[in-house]
């Protein structure tokens, strides 16, 4: 009723515009103030200040309209007056607090007809003619948050926390209504989050449905990373479980086993089926140049179960060959990625040795001794620059070249290697006196110095260099009773001896010492029946009894070995038609 709407919209308010005009002069800082004001202005709409009776500014214009908007929507006033006494009007507006508009209950505006044609006059809305028309708010909850907060900051009860102009307070009312945030409410970032999203919804909505699906597709993409991850994990646990048992299989029990009696086949089984966890390995794993060299290793291994003649083996001379090839492609390979790399170097070494062994086996003296030549010339250049682990390898290799010139007809040339040999076994006893395997070189050495004597016929010499070499087996032997390496070489010096003995007549000594011989190699022979190498030393031997007995003009007992030497090497050329020394060897009986 204080509100006049002109016909142009433009809203005029009676109280304060009519006070001026009638009392131009009229000072608000009087002595009676305060009860004239009463007087002049609407209580349920007047500051707090205007109520101490303190000077009106722009501040007490938006107090008053935050009185309007308060009561437009929500259809009460902020306070509720009872009646005009100013000392009552000057307690609640000075004191008490609004509630928020939105806390209001039941709200109903009545509206006369005479308020409903004032409505009505600008002719954009139709109420009707008949009284008490109700109008309601549909949605109460609307008034939260923004709207409440307006309200109240222009109904603060310090001017200066109220909005310092109505511009100000009609912005804040503008920006409400279109979404944007208002500067009634703090400015935190959630708020303005919150704004955004009702300005912006179907854009929200499609961007938060997007960021749910990349967050959705980067944890299924995540979980099956971490996923994969632990099957990689699992993976190569299980791959290094594998390649541990491979290498313990063929690293550690296999040359255990080798040296106990009756192992050949055992020994054969043990590196086929750490062969084949390698090879399975490999395929996964190409480039690992350390699985490469493990698999190197391990058909070095099969190639000596195999057929090697230096070890107890199964007289398979061309799969022994094969996979020595086998192990050389993958050590040459590896070398030529990696010429610098010392145990790549080694492999090639060690395969070339192993292939020339195969290969004087079968008589290919020329072949066999260009690869142990090659096998030097890698340990000789290792030596020089002390990255050479097993130096007795180059005593082996001359050992190794002796023998092939040997098998060539060439004594001399097989008499200076093994004096080669002998003197570098010497020389690693020196350095290491308790070294087996020294020991057992220097053994051989002059056990290889008396072969080249006896062929030449001088018997001598030959039986002084054989007996220098069985002292020093026959002690290793004691000292490792169950090492069937040192006790089969021990049977070889033995039969050499005999040879010697029976060449100088001496055919009771010849006889005792075959029949020593004969004896261990039987053993070996009866516990490790597939093992070819110790059933063509024990044919060997059976010969040279048989021989000895001939001489001896027993012709019962030389029948009866050479019939049981002839026997046992018809077995092993059946099996073995290329071993050279087997048919070398049945062609002398």
Same mark, same amino acid.
Request: aromatic share 6%; no cysteine.
């Given at each position: 009723s204080n509100i006049l709407v002109t016909s142009d919209g433009t809203p005029k308010l009676l109280d304060f515009g009519i006070a001026k005009l009638l009392h131009p002069d009229w000072s608000l800082e009087t002595d009676e103030a305060t009860a004239t004001m009463f007087r002049l202005m609407t209580p349920e709409y007047a500051s707090p200040e205007q109520v101490r009776g303190l000077p009106i500014t722009t501040s007490s214009d938006v107090y008053s309209l935050g009185v309007v908007l308060y009561e437009l929507l929500?259809?009460?006033?902020?306070y509720k007056i009872e009646s005009r006494l100013p000392q009552e009007v000057a307690n609640i507006v000075l004191t008490q607090e609004p509630i928020k508009p939105s806390a209001i209950t039941n709200y109903k505006l009545q509206i006369t007809n005479s308020e409903a044609e004032t409505l009505a006059y600008d002719g954009k809305q139709t109420?009707?003619?008949?009284?008490n028309r109700k109008l309601q708010i549909a949605n109460r909850k609307s008034l939260k948050g923004d709207l409440d907060n307006i309200i109240l900051k222009a109904?603060?009860?310090?001017?200066?926390?109220?909005?310092?102009?109505?511009?100000?307070?009609?912005?804040?009312?503008?920006r409400h209504l279109v979404g944007l945030p208002?500067?009634?409410?703090?400015?935190?970032?959630f708020y303005r989050a919150q704004k955004f999203f009702k300005r912006h919804k179907i854009g929200v909505l499609v961007g938060v449905l997007f960021a749910l699906t990349l967050i959705s597709a980067t944890a299924i993409?995540?979980?099956?990373?971490?996923?994969?991850t632990r099957e990689r994990a699992k993976t190569q646990q299980r791959f290094n479980q594998v390649r541990k048992l491979a290498n313990t299989i063929l690293f550690e029990y296999h040359d255990d086993v080798a040296k106990l009696s009756g192992s050949t086949t055992l020994r054969e089984k043990m590196v086929k089926d750490a062969l084949k966890y390698l090879d399975n390995l490999s395929t996964e794993s190409l480039n690992d140049k350390e699985l490469q060299l493990e698999l190197v290793a391990a058909y070095?291994?099969?190639?000596?179960v195999q057929g090697n003649p230096y070890l107890?083996?199964?007289?398979?001379?061309? =799969?022994? @060959? /094969?996979?020595?090839?086998?192990?050389?492609?993958? &050590?040459?390979?590896?070398?030529?990625?990696?010429s610098g790399n010392i145990e790549t170097r080694i492999a090639v070494a060690q395969c070339s040795e192993k292939i020339g062994d195969i290969l004087w086996a079968k008589g290919e003296s020329a072949e066999s001794q260009t690869n142990y030549e090659k096998a030097l010339s890698i340990y000789e250049e290792l030596r020089k620059t002390g990255d050479l682990p097993e130096i007795d390898r180059i005593t082996a290799l001359y050992n190794r070249i002796g023998q092939t010139k040997e098998q060539? =007809?060439? @004594? /001399?040339?097989?008499?200076?290697?093994?004096?080669? &040999?002998?003197?570098?076994?010497e020389d690693l006893v020196v350095i290491d006196s308790l070294n087996s395997k020294y020991k057992r070189a220097v053994s051989i050495g002059y056990a290889k110095i008396g072969d080249v004597f006896f062929k030449k016929d001088e018997f001598q010499k030959a039986s002084e260099n054989y007996r220098k070499s069985f002292p020093i087996l026959q002690e290793l032997s004691d000292a490792d009773p169950t090492n069937t390496v040192l006790r089969r070489t021990l049977s070889l010096i033995l039969a050499r001896v005999a040879l010697t003995e029976m060449e100088t007549g001496n055919y009771s000594q010849a006889v005792e010492f075959n029949h020593k011989a004969i004896q261990f190699q039987k053993e070996i022979a009866s516990v490790d029946p597939n093992n070819v190498q110790i059933r063509n030393d024990l044919a060997a031997t059976l010969g040279n009894l048989g021989q000895t007995f001939g001489l001896m003009k027993n012709s019962p007992a030389s029948d009866e070995k050479f019939r049981e030497a002839i026997s046992q090497f018809k077995i092993l050329f059946a099996a073995n038609p290329n071993y050279s020394q087997i048919r070398s060897q049945f062609a002398r009986l």
């Open positions: 929500s259809g009460e006033r902020p109420v009707g003619d008949k009284p109904l603060r009860k310090e001017p200066e926390r109220r909005y310092a102009s109505v511009q100000e307070f009609s912005e804040d009312i503008r208002v500067t009634a409410t703090a400015d935190t970032r993409t995540t979980w099956q990373s971490i996923v994969a070095q291994k099969v190639g000596d107890a083996n199964l007289g398979n001379q061309d =799969g022994a @060959l /094969d996979s020595y090839k086998k192990a050389l492609t993958i &050590s040459e390979e590896l070398f030529s990625s990696d060539a =007809g060439n @004594l /001399d040339g097989a008499l200076e290697n093994y004096q080669k &040999s002998l003197r570098e076994s």
